[in-house]
């Protein structure tokens, strides 16, 4: 078995939550803050578009905006001679752009739970609101942001047709678990594919456990409150 694309998706998913993690807490953050609900909804729909849109649509706005002749793509190509599109980068950029609704809507929920009398009464001792979510809020809520942190890992790591789309199924460079299977299974070498599933199905049981542990946990939580 070739143990590139296991190296390429693990690479990707890494760098990917990095990223998601703290681009959802920051958005959930802002967003449950927000008081008006349109101005609430409005958000909240654009953060959660890439999760209902088709992979390869979302792939194809990232195409169009880190390609060659795109308007990011273009200026790091000009200014740095850098080429985002059919990079490794790319690959970030789809798992990133497809994992981060799962994220942010899973902060977000977590941050609306924590009891609000919590925060009243840190108001109340004179802390500062980014004070009261760093030292309150946040750490209340962390089952949930670990939660999410695990489930948007798994997407980021399944990731396929935006990944397809943007950064191609180059081997050793691009090609991750997903492209991996579709690559064999076009090619008739069906053995491969039986490895490489196995792999996925392995990591999903273990994200599907750690989604109920920290379920579990964000239960005993909310019940000592």
């Known amino acids: 078995m070739n143990l590139s694309p296991i190296l390429v998706s693990m690479r990707t998913a890494s760098a990917a939550i990095a990223v998601t993690f703290f681009l959802g807490v920051l958005a959930a ?22 999760l ?6 979302a792939g194809f706005f990232l195409l169009y905006i880190f390609g060659v002749r795109g308007p990011v793509g273009k ?11 059919f990079s490794w980068s790319a690959t ?8 981060f609704p799962l994220m942010y809507r899973s902060c977000r929920g977590a941050l609306e739970q924590v009891d609000p009398n919590l925060v ?11 004070a ?12 949930g942001v670990a939660s999410g942190a695990v489930l948007a890992f798994a997407r980021g790591l399944g ?15 691009t ?16 053995e491969g594919a039986y490895g490489y599933v196995l792999i996925i199905v392995i990591i999903s049981f273990v994200v599907v456990a750690l989604m109920n542990y920290f379920t579990v946990q964000e239960t005993k939580i909310r019940g000592k409150e």
């Open 52 to 57: 209902v849109l088709p992979p390869t649509v």
């Open 120 to 130: 009243y009464a840190a108001r109340t001792l004179g802390l500062s609101e980014w």
């Open 132 to 143: 009261i979510f760093l030292k309150i809020s946040l750490p209340t809520a962390m089952p």
């Open 92 to 99: 970030v950029i789809a798992a990133v752009t497809i994992s």
């Open 29 to 50: 953050r802002v967003v449950a803050g927000i008081n008006r609900k349109e101005i609430k909804m409005i958000l909240d729909g654009i953060l959660t578009l890439p």
């Open 159 to 173: 990731e396929f047709g935006a990944t397809a789309m943007i950064a191609g199924n180059i081997a050793g460079k």
């Open 75 to 85: 200026f790091f190509l000009d200014f740095f001679s850098v080429r985002i599109a």
């Open 175 to 190: 090609r991750t678990l997903p492209l991996a299977v579709y690559s064999d299974v076009a090619a008739g070498n069906m």
